[in-house]
Structures are given as C-alpha cells and as structure tokens.
C-alpha cells in the first residue's frame, strides 16, 4: 500500500484516505504492539475534521479485533492531550487521526508509542513494511471500545504542573477551528486570566483556511491585542500541538523568539539543557551558556527532538515552527500547556520587555526560508553534488565549518548560518538563513538558492 510515515505521521488527501489504508495502519498498530508485548488499551483520538471521528472508529474496531481495548475521547481532541493520557494511564499507545496544520482537504495519522513521544522512524518503518489486511474478526479476543474525558484529567494536570495564577491577565486565544477550542482557553481561564476566544466554533473545513497559525492568518487575532483588548493572543494549530504568540508591540512574535523567551522562563525556576533542530535559532545557545547548560542540535522533526531530550535529561525541547515540550510533563509537543507556561512568563515579565532584554544581553537575530522544487527522488542526488561543490565563501562571508546533522549548515565568519534541507513532507529543499539583519539575511538565501538551482 503506498503509505508513508514522514516528520510527523502519514498524511494524505481525503481521496486517498479510504478505509482499506486505514484499517490497514491499524492493523499494522496491532501487529506492532502485540510483537512488543504491550496488552494495555489503546487511545484513539481524532480532530474536527469530516471524516476523523469516522476513521477514529474504523481504528478501534481493528484494535478490538486484535484484542486491543480502545478509549476513544468524548470529542475531537488536541493531539497533546491524547499523549498526555498515554503517559496517564500506562496504556500501550495511541493513534491520532489528524492532518494537523494541513488543509481540509487533507487528513492522517499519528502514532504515539506507550512513553507519549512521537514514534521514531524504526517503529514508523516497521508499520509500514507490515501493511496489510486486518485479519478476520477472533470472537473470544475482542476488545472492549470505552468513550472517555480526556480533556478534563489533563486540565487538572495542567493547572498543577504550572502552578501559575493569572488573575487580571486579559488574553485572546484563537482556536483556528481546530481541536483547541475549549481546551486551550478553558486552561488559560481556570488559571485565572479573562479569555476572549477567536474562531471556538467547531468547524470541519476550518473556516475556509488551512488551520496554520502563521502570520497572515492571525490578523483578527492581532487586531485584539494591538488595540489593547487583550495583553497578549495565543493561537493553536488545529490539532493544538504548535502554538503562536501575539505580543502588543511586535504582533505575531518569530516562533524562535517565542523559543527564547519560554527558555529564560523556565530557567528562572529550573536548570537544564534545552534541545532544538538545525533549523533553530541560536541564540538558544548564547542563552543557555550564560546559565551554564548546553544546547543539543537535532534534524528537523519533533522525534528527533523528544528522542535527545530524554538521551540528555534536558529541560526542554523546540522547532522554529512553533513546537515546544517540557520534559517533565510530556517528550511530546503540546500547543496547550505552552500557551499557560507562555502566559506565566508574561505575568513574570511583559514579553515585550523579555524579548527587548534578551535582545539587549544576547544580540539580534532575524531567520527566514526559501523553497526550491525538486522530486523527492532527485533530493539526495542534489545534495550529493552540493556537497562536493561548496564553496570557500557565502555571500562574502568565509564558512567556519560544515554541520551535517539534517542536509548542510555552514557556519559562517560573520556569526550568520545558511542550512539546506530536503523537505520531509514536500517535493521541495529548503533553503534557511539566520542573520543579524533583515537585508542579511536575504543575502543569504538569495546565495543559498543560487548555489541548489543548477543542481537541481
């Protein structure tokens, strides 16, 4: 079956997603955990999309026939909040019906092993390389299929874990008409702040947009905020795994930023190493020097960050594309309990005012990417010839050395990096670059494209 498990799960159109291919995963789930000798239930979780509540349960009578239980929540549930329960009750994993920030047009599924953190390619290979058929229905082993609260078990955790009280805090939280709604905000509230709530309707076409909470689509969000409605604006993707943060003097803040920002706090309280990808910010790095904690670089995609956060006991993990974990409460990323951590450091200090001191202690940085088309097929060949071909120098700048962790990251003279990377999730490179300075930072895309397009 042409099922393939990328950064983050299998996604695919709806066309595509037929009930053959997901009955097919299930079984594949079953096989899997049955070989690990798991026999604990099975969460099953899915977002407001049309068909996911549909797919969820075509799941739980696949694991039911394998003698799997399965706990389905009461309704479209954060993808965070289906890990956390894992954790919660000791089960032997989860599956997620979700396409996550992707269009409605698109949906999918994540697999969560029993430690709550993204399945790592060895397990996501090996379900793939066992699709098949579920077997026939074993009367005397089936399972039992429970519908359960999540949400509530894990807003009292929540609350507990980050102890914050936020009294007199007005904060808009839009919810994108994803699975957040109600969660997010209702977290945000029970802790004491005034919420006022973009977009909380349940809506299976996300309002007519895909539930990617970037810049362009936060503009009723920072209206809010800029106008003193609220001090701060929260948004969620629409499985609420990422978050976005709206400030009153910069709008919607740089997700690296927003990273700075969460590790100063958290570092006020508790020690530790943090954990980003290649295409993260370093300022990370300065950050954690100053405190006497190191800084851990993976590829690109939260496995890879959940994996060296518990290799390296670190404090907590993150991406450039707004997804952040604290170890203590879940290796996994979690748009929901960030949004209270989030509102906690505001209340310690405007974030405004953090970031301009951050700024202050440990310079400026500016990121951004280009995308250059390429099939997946020719990806590893360009990459190949880029390697032997690279140059002495970029955009007038000497190249320090050559990371290889994800694609290549040159390190260059001026204290600036240009990365290049396939796309896991797209038939594209991409090319990063963070600077000092807006203009150089367009120098150096500019020069990382013209080095991929006669290769490519």
Known sequence: MDIEFGTDGWRTTVGEFTAPRIRAVGQAVADYLRETGEDAPVAIGYDPREGSRPAAEELARVLCANG??????????????????????????????????????????KFVPSDGAPALPDVTDRLVAELKPPEPIDEERWGSVREIDMIGPYLDHAVSFVGTELDGMAVAHDAMHGSGRGVTDELLSRAGATVTRLRETADPEFGGSPPEPSAERLAELEAEV????????????GDSDRIAVVTPERGVVDPNWVYAALYD????????????????????????????????ET????????????????LVGGEESGGFGITAHLRNKDGVLIALVVAAAHGEEPLDDRLDRLRAEYGDIVQDRRSIDCPDDRKAAVLDRLGEELPETVAGSAIDRVGRTDGFKLFLSDGSWVLVRPSGTEPKLRVYAEAGSDERVDELLSAGTALLEPLV
């Open 299 to 314: 590829a690109v995609g939260f496995k890879w960050v959940a994996e060296a956060m518990a290799d390296h006991g670190a």
């Open 226 to 237: 800029r106008s003193g409605d609220a001090e701060l604006g929260i948004a969620n993707d």
């Open 68 to 109: 799997f239980d399965a706990l389905v929540p009461e309704r479209d549930t954060p993808t965070p909040v289906v890990a956390w329960t894992v954790t919660d009750r000791d089960l032997s994993g989860a599956l997620q019906v979700t396409a996550s920030h992707n269009p409605a047009t698109y949906n999918g599924i």
């Open 265 to 296: 706090h958290l570092l006020e309280s508790a020690g530790g190493d943090a954990v980003r990808t290649v295409s993260t910010t370093a300022i990370l790095d300065r950050i954690a020097e100053a405190h006497g904690h190191a800084v851990h």
